[in-house]
């Protein structure tokens, strides 16, 4: 069964505006961490932002903000004031601690338009 | 400060030989260490992890291998490549994000 759940494979968005990016997740293990990691055309991974299962507050970086919702095992990303550089693909991903495996979704790709 | 060295960046191999593919992390004791596969555009596909020396779990039947010689060593091997084989593989360790390496596109032919 899959863990990680991105419905978005592509989006178009405006420069400057914000963008939400889908994840959901499934696990029965209370205690988990859910990333958001960027990669660029170039391959490499760059981690956005990390969130807690046990984090009262959604995690925040910069332009980047996780929307935590526990109960509905969701965590989507949000860029604020998007730029043509934010174009890439997004991979939403989670770490069970119960056995440390890290799982990533199929991901998404992200378009900004000038 | 921590990095994490995988190489060679690109290879190219025949259909048949082998393959060995090597990840080395400085800057830190113990590391849970990973071996992911991304086909063309998609998403990143769990091959192998391992939270010590010896200690490796499979996460899908294939042609590959791996093993941890050593505690900030991860080698992915196979002893007769595919053509399915192709893709880019990263290594990653962790301690609360997963921090990646490069990748090596491999290109089997």
């Known amino acids: 069964a899959q863990k990680i759940t991105q419905t978005q494979p592509g989006m178009f968005v405006q420069e400057k505006e914000a963008v939400t990016l889908d994840c959901t997740y499934d696990t029965s293990d209370p205690s988990y961490g859910l990333f958001w990691y960027k990669q660029p055309s170039s391959g490499e991974m760059i981690f956005l932002i990390y969130?807690?299962?046990?984090?009262?507050q959604n995690a925040t970086e910069g332009r980047y903000s996780l929307n935590f919702q526990k109960a509905r095992k969701s965590a989507n990303l949000v860029i604020s004031a998007s730029q043509l550089g934010d174009s890439a693909m997004y991979f939403c991903a989670m770490r069970e601690l119960r056995d440390d495996k890290i799982i990533f979704g199929k991901g998404t790709r992200l378009h900004i338009l000038p | 400060s921590q990095t994490i060295h995988q190489w060679p960046a690109t290879l190219v191999q025949p259909v048949g030989s082998p393959l060995s593919l090597e990840c080395t992390v400085e800057?830190?004791?113990?590391?849970?260490l990973y071996w992911y596969r991304q086909a063309a555009g998609r998403g990143l596909q769990l091959l192998f992890y391992?939270?010590?020396?010896?200690?490796i779990s499979s996460e899908v039947p294939q042609n590959l291998s791996a093993s941890r010689p050593q505690d900030r060593q991860f080698i992915l091997s196979s002893k007769k490549l595919l053509l399915s084989d192709s893709g880019f593989y990263l290594c990653a360790w962790n301690t609360v994000e997963a921090f990646f390496g490069q990748g090596t596109r491999l290109t089997v032919v």
């Open positions: 391992s939270v010590g020396i010896g200690q």
């Open positions: 969130q807690g299962s046990y984090d009262q």
């Open positions: 800057g830190t004791s113990n590391p849970n």
